[in-house]
């Protein structure tokens, strides 16, 4: 039975202290339910789901394990990446020490799955883009090398498929190139999936980046529903590069 992959960006849990999200819009009514309906509807328990920033506006961990366990209810194994809103966030360690079952995080890490292997890094506002500051400008350096060091960790294990997660779409804000893209030249990846951007139109953004695919699923324009990127034959043998090793339930 093949493994499906999904992924979603910016859902934006609030069970600690509830946030309205349709203050940004009409097109967030219904939230958070409509997360929950619309990953039933399409992932199954053998499925992969690839949570792409922006998870819970919890400010801290405690408050934030109240989102992670609802999370945990879905159907599907979780890979988390940290997106800019996730405050609660501590060190990788202690994050893995108290996250539910099937549930994974990445941080200057990798995950691998059978044949499938999984990098990724938040990313950051990238040169050229309004308000660009030499705070940002160290930021987005720091956060090129976190990607790097994702990719690198990647090397040396076999793989058919690699999938890069990001938060922040890679390319620049005119669409061009930036170092985030320069690594998937280099790494040439499956495809690419992304969030951050809220209002989007998905038809006016690059759809592919030198022939590898951009999948751009932020939970508004995807109408909450989580979004099949690949699939692979199944294997439950779970692999993280940083020295953790793991078997799905």
């Not at 960006?9 to 997360?35: C, Q, T, Y």
């Not at 819970?56 to 366990?69: I, R, T, V």
């Not at 990719?151 to 890679?170: C, I, N, R, S």
Request: aromatic share 10%.
């Amino acid at each position: 039975m093949p493994m499906r992959v999904f992924a979603i960006a910016d859902i934006h849990l609030s069970r600690a202290f509830p946030k309205p999200m349709n203050i940004f819009g009409p097109e967030w009514d219904g939230h958070p339910e409509a997360v929950f309906e619309e990953w039933r509807k399409v992932v199954g328990p053998d499925d992969l789901v690839i949570v792409a920033g922006d998870i819970s506006w919890a400010m801290k961990l405690p408050e934030a394990l109240l989102d992670l366990n609802d999370l945990a209810q879905l159907p599907g194994t979780k890979v988390l990446l940290r997106g800019n809103h996730d405050y609660w966030w501590p060190s990788i360690s202690r994050l893995r020490q108290v996250l539910p079952p099937r549930m994974h995080a990445l941080q200057h890490d990798s995950l691998i799955i059978g044949n499938l292997a999984i990098a990724g890094s938040r990313g950051w506002d990238t040169p050229g883009g309004y308000n660009f500051t030499p705070e940002d400008e160290k930021i987005y350096k720091r956060e090129v090398e976190r990607l790097a060091l994702s990719l690198k960790t990647v090397q040396g294990h076999d793989h058919e498929y690699l999938v890069l997660a990001m938060h922040y779409p890679p390319y620049g804000p005119t669409g061009g190139p930036t170092g985030f893209t320069a690594l998937i030249e280099q790494y040439r990846p499956t495809c690419v999936v992304y969030g951050h951007l809220h209002g989007a139109d998905p038809e006016r953004l690059p759809k592919q980046w030198n022939g590898v695919p951009l999948h751009f699923v932020s939970a508004d324009v995807v109408r909450f529903r989580p979004q099949l990127i690949l699939e692979t034959p199944h294997q439950t043998h779970i692999h993280e590069p940083s020295g953790q090793t793991h078997n799905q339930p």
